[in-house]
Structures are given as structure tokens and as C-alpha cells.
């Protein structure tokens, strides 16, 4: 029998509580923040993704789902929001509105990442972008909407970390070190980070597999390179976080495996997480805009996987409140009860009761199936009922049953 692609996962209905409860949390959080909610398509051409996360990256080296359609025309899965909102904001005009432009979504993704716990090839993000301000309150805002989503959530011990990799002008320099830190390791270097050390030296700092070796500790770091603006817009960022109290732990390895970034970036790791535990990672792009065509443009956003947020919310056994439909269940015994129990539960939903007709089975079954789907209350119609005008309302928590006319049935069911 067919199977669900290998790294991808069908929510069930008993699962689906967890996802209405992250998208209706996440988006309260980000509206409460003045971000409105975007929808791209799942599919871009090709270039989008190969100019602005980076040819030498691992989304672009090996993770991509990239096809030419049957038009001869290039295209790739979205394996990442950003790109797509900036070609958005680029193609409808945004940058005409007033700036920044505060913006969100929650789409589905696509990698072909190595499936395991917490690492899906088809997941989901919920994201936020902010356009058009370069200023360190907005780096701030962005950081606050992260946390305060994780907090709105009820998840607990998320630590913020952070770090500054400084602008394009301050990289040639910064580059130079790390590849003269690097140089005399480049024999314990693998074929990949063998690579990273002549395209991009920065990801040596994110290798997984360096991250036990010696010589990482004593890596150059970007913050002592950088220039006087950045510097500037780094020290405002860590003083309002002082100032507010916001915990975040400094990290020199932090650099994001995406080329775009610039200036701040930050990751959120639940304290008890294993190596795939960020649940949001994000940071400033003030290049992207102008990569993609348009004037000089600075933005800064984050995304979060919901798979992840979920299994946190799971192991920290957060309640999450039901959403699986309860409908009243209309039991019946013959031909004659079946037609007004059909007639019945038209009525009720008509009137905005969720209600159900019981299977065709014996009355004992249909009581049973009643209480494995949970119904709430048990409407019984048979011959002694249809003699008089009446419904057997069995309230199903309590057992209790009490005939109701068949008129007022409605108001003896709990509101909807
Ligand atoms: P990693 O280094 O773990 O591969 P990444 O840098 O590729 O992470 P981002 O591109 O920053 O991840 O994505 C942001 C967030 O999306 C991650 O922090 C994580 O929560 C989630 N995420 C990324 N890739 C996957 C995946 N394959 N499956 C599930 N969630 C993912
Ligand atoms: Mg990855």
C-alpha cells in the first residue's frame, strides 16, 4: 500500500488541535505587533531561491525540490518564506506604502533535509518580515514577536541567542581572518568544509562537523569587525534588551546558513533540545531588496517551525484547547424514526447545531457510537416519541434522559 512520501506526515484530526491553536497564537502575536498576513505561492521560479539564499548553500546545494514544468519553465517548492515575501513587497509595489512593511505568514515548506525528529522534507513556518527599516527598534520588534509567540503559547525555558555578522563592507576582512584561523586545520576539514573555507568561511562556524574541534573556541570573532554603523547599531539593539531585561545569550557561531543575512542574527533554542532544537532562527537582510532588483532596502524577519513548536508544546504537556466537532448524535429505531431523524439533524444544523445521524445499526450500537465519537447528547426517536411529538434527550455525561417537545429540541441542546 502507498505510504506518505518519506519526511512528510499527515495531521490527523486528533493532531489538528495543536496546529489551530499555534496559528491562531502566532497570528494574535503578530497582529498584536502590526503584522498583516501574506500568502505566496508554493512554488517560485528557480533563481529566486539561487540568487538570495545563496548558490553555495545547503538549502541551494542539496535541499531544493527543483523541476522544469511542462512548460520548460524552472521551478522550486518554497523551501523558505523570505525570498518569496521580498519578491511580493518588489512585484505589488509595498515599497510605495508607508515604511516598514509589517508582514506574516504560516505556509507549508520543502527540503529534502536526512527525515528525522524535528526534520521533515515537507514542514511549516510561521514567519514575519519587517521592510523598509533599518533601525535597531526594529531588530528588537522582531526579536520580541518571536519570544512573545513562544510565551502567548505557554512554552517555557526558550533561551534567545544572538549575534552580529556585520555588514557586506565589513565581511572581505572578517573573511580573511577566519580563512587565516582556518588554515592550518584545513587537513581535519571534510570535502564540504573543505568547500565552505573557499566560498564561504562564515559557515565554518555552523559546520556540525567541527562543532566538537578545539579550534572553533578561538574562532575570530564578527562583532570585533565591525564597522562603525553597524557597531552602533549593535550596541542600541543590546541596550534595549538590557534596558527591557530580555535574556539572550551572546553567540559567536551563530551565522545562519543562508548568505542573505546581514548584521543581526538570532536563533531560539528550547533549553532542553537536542541538535535539531532551534524552533526560530531569523536576522537582517539589508542586501536582499536590492539583490532582487529593487532601491536599497533594509528587512529583518525570523521563521519558526511549527513541527518543532509542536513537539515542544507536547513535551511540556501544554493544553491545548480541543477542536474536534462534538455533534449531537440522533439515535432512531425504524423506517418511520429514521426519516424524522433525518429531518431533525437538517433542522439543527440549519440552526447551527452541529448533529449528526446515528449509523444504521441497533439502538445499543448507535448508543455506542455516539459515546466513541463524544457526543455531548444523545436525541432518541422512536415509535413512542413520534406518537406523542417528542425527543428523548439523553444528556450523555450524566446519563440522564428527558423527552422534550420535538419543537424545542434546539434550545435543549447546548449552544453552539
Ligand atoms: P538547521 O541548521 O537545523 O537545518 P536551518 O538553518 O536550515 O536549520 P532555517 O532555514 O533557519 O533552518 O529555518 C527556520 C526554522 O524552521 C528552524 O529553526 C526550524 O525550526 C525550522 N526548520 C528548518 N528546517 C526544517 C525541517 N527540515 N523540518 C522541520 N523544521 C525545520
Ligand atoms: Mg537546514
Known sequence: MYQAPRGTADILPEDQRYWSYVAAVAAEAAHTSGYSRIDTPVFEDTGLFKRTVGEETDIVQKEMYSFEDRGGQEVTLRPEGTAAVCRAYLEHGLHNQAQPVRLFY?????????????????????????????????????????????????????????????????????????????????????????????TSPLRLLDSKELAGEAFMDDAPRSTDYLGAEASAHWEELVGYLDALGVPYRLDHKLVRGLDY??????????????????VCAGGRYDGLIEQLG?????????????????ANLRQQEVGVPEVRPHPAV???????????????????????HAAVVAPERSLKAQMRY????????????????????????RDMATAEQREVRRADVGTALPRP
Open 106 to 198: 504560516l505556509s507549508p515548506m520543502f527540503r529534502y533535509d536526512r527525515p528525522q525528529a524535528g526534520r521533515y522534507r515537507q514542514f511549516h513556518q510561521f514567519g514575519a518580515e519587517a521592510i523598509g527599516d533599518a533601525g535597531a527598534a526594529v531588530d528588537l520588534e522582531m526579536i520580541q514577536l518571536a519570544m512573545s509567540m513562544l510565551d502567548r503559547l505557554g512554552l517555557s525555558g526558550m533561551t534567545l541567542v544572538l549575534n552580529n555578522i556585520g555588514d557586506a563592507a565589513d565581511r572581505p576582512a572578517y573573511v580573511e581572518a577566519l580563512r587565516e584561523h582556518f588554515r592550518p586545520h584545513l587537513a581535519h576539514l571534510g570535502p564540504d568544509d573543505r568547500r565552505r573555507f573557499d
Open 261 to 278: 543575512y546581514t548584521r543581526t542574527v538570532f536563533e531560539v533554542h528550547p533549553d532542553e533540545g537536542g541538535a535539531q532544537s532551534a
Open 294 to 310: 529593487g532601491a536599497p532596502t533594509p528587512g529583518i524577519g525570523f521563521a519558526a517551525g511549527i513541527e518543532r513548536i509542536i
Open 330 to 352: 440522533i439515535a432512531y429505531r425504524g423506517a418511520a424514526a429514521k426519516a424524522a431523524a433525518v429531518a431533525l439533524a437538517t433542522e439543527l444544523r440549519a440552526g447551527g
Open 370 to 393: 455516539a459515546s466513541s465519537i463524544g457526543a455531548p447528547t444523545v436525541l432518541i426517536l422512536g415509535e413512542a416519541e413520534l406518537a406523542k411529538g417528542v425527543v428523548t434527550v
